[in-house]
């Protein structure tokens, strides 16, 4: 079975750019979140989606945002690049969405290394 | 203060030595428990997931978790030094995807 997929591994963006970034599920897998870690702040929670919903959001400015196709891909979009927006964004998926007392484990990707100059 | 705190290490063991991690946390909200471990350019990866307060084994790991102190460990027998890399704990405040992570702790086993 293929693992999470993110695209592209790498990017080298300048300050007011956009950029989009995209992540594959599991096949079968119905969540995706996405994540930002940084030496600083760690893994901080981006956004959960479910069946093309947004289930959940982390304390995140309006430039983050991101949306989920039919098929379970997502995409989240970075508006307005900052420097502090350099990181590694990682995208996770799950079969559903929560652990509900359960072990629903969530996979992830390699994660898309962005660096904003 | 973060809600999840984590020694950022580095630790460094010798071969065959067991490896002691562990996190504290201030929400008592904080429901399932579990560790990640992360290799250099990897996405983290699930070792150990845990619910109640109580050890569980699983292979060379032990999780700990004690609810009443806010405190969870983590414990890696027998040490690799395949095992070097960044260990991570999380948790999870009801049935939900999100995860609060600490900051990790990075573990070196020298041969």
């Known amino acids: 079975k293929a693992g999470v997929t993110q695209t592209p591994r790498y990017l080298i963006k300048t300050r007011g750019q956009q950029v989009t970034l995209s992540c594959s599920p599991i096949s079968g897998h119905r969540s995706v979140s996405w994540y930002q870690q940084t030496p600083g702040q760690g893994l901080q929670f981006l956004f959960e989606y479910f069946s093309e919903t947004q289930r959940n959001k982390g304390n995140f400015p309006g430039r983050f945002s991101g949306r989920q196709f039919s098929n379970s891909r997502s995409e989240m979009n970075v508006s307005t690049l900052e420097l502090g927006d350099s990181a590694l964004y990682l995208c996770?998926?799950?079969?559903?969405?929560?652990?509900?007392?359960?072990?629903?484990?969530?996979?992830f990707g390699p994660g898309t290394r962005l660096t904003v100059l | 203060q973060k809600e999840v705190e984590q020694d950022p290490g580095p630790l460094s063991v010798p071969e065959g030595a067991i490896v002691s991690l562990n996190c504290t946390y201030s929400?008592?909200?904080?429901?399932?428990f579990m560790w990640y471990r992360q290799y250099s350019r990897k996405g983290p990866e699930l070792l150990m997931y845990t619910y109640s307060s109580g050890n569980k084994e699983d292979g060379r790991f032990t999780a700990q978790v004690d609810k009443s102190s806010k405190y969870i460990s983590l414990f890696i027998r027998d040490s690799q030094p395949s095992d070097s890399a960044t260990y991570l704990c999380a948790m999870i405040k009801a049935a939900g995807n999100k995860l609060t992570f600490g900051g990790g702790t990075r573990v070196l086993v020298k041969p």
């Open positions: 929400n008592s909200a904080f429901q399932y």
């Open positions: 996770a998926s799950s079969p559903t969405p929560g652990l509900a007392g359960g072990r629903d484990e969530q996979f």
